[in-house]
């Protein structure tokens, strides 16, 4: 077995992928882009986008998080079930798109506008993207278990989506005290250990964060 996922501390998508891999104790090994120059260039040549993460298996190459986690699952097999079967696979699967696109899809808009140069932002974007982060959260309020993960009993793909997802968006815009269930979601997450862990390694990057990291998490 050769894994190698290339990828960076502070990245949501990375965390995304960090996780399973942490959980299962699948065996990889880290190429942190794009400070390194060399790994860098190497992503870039194999997927020429240039985003992260992307895993290498025996050459093989696989973009984006949830693929990555889905070939976990089907050729590196261990304690967890990232997918499950039936009805609540089809629950973990719209729960996972739903934090990747509502959560952090109305959440980018806000970092890109403040990362972008003077007069090149997109105010507009970020405001309507604030409005939608907020319908999101409501409608996660109204619709999560009352304890347990997202699916249910067991932390499966959507938590690994909503784990970096709600952590970075409550940096942007906080959850709030009328959202206690979303709260409490937020800090099981936060609590369990393969989180903790891409959280901890994710600290020094916390500079990084255009719109200033809050001191707290």
């Known amino acids: 077995m050769s894994l ?12 995304k992928a960090l996780i399973p891999l942490y959980a299962d104790g699948t065996k990889f090994e880290f190429r942190q882009v794009p400070e ?15 985003k992260f993460p992307v895993l290498v298996d025996n050459g093989q190459v696989i973009a984006e ?10 050729h590196y097999p261990a304690q967890n079930v990232w997918i499950p079967n039936g009805e609540l696979g089809r629950r973990v699967r719209f729960l996972d798109r739903f934090f990747d696109l509502y959560v952090q899809g109305n959440m980018q808009p806000s970092v890109n506008h403040a990362l972008r140069p003077e007069g090149k932002g997109d105010a507009y974007g970020a405001e309507q993207g604030l409005k939608n ?32 997802a709600l952590f970075y968006a409550d940096w942007v815009d906080e959850i709030g005290a009328a959202r206690p269930k979303l709260n409490a979601y937020r800090a099981r997450l936060l609590a369990h250990p393969q989180v903790s ?16 990291a809050p001191d707290r998490d």
């Open 4 to 15: 190698e996922l290339f990828g960076h501390p502070f990245s949501s998508y990375t965390w």
């Open 36 to 50: 390194n120059d060399e790994n860098y260039s190497e992503l870039k040549s194999i997927w020429p986008f240039g």
């Open 65 to 74: 998080a949830t693929c990555i986690i889905e070939h976990l699952q089907t």
């Open 133 to 164: 982060l907020r319908i999101a959260y409501d409608w996660l309020e109204a619709n999560l278990p009352n304890d347990g993960w997202a699916g249910g009993e067991t932390f499966t793909l959507a938590d690994c989506a909503a784990a970096p």
């Open 197 to 212: 862990r891409a959280v901890e390694e994710a600290r020094p990057y916390r500079p990084y964060f255009p719109l200033g």
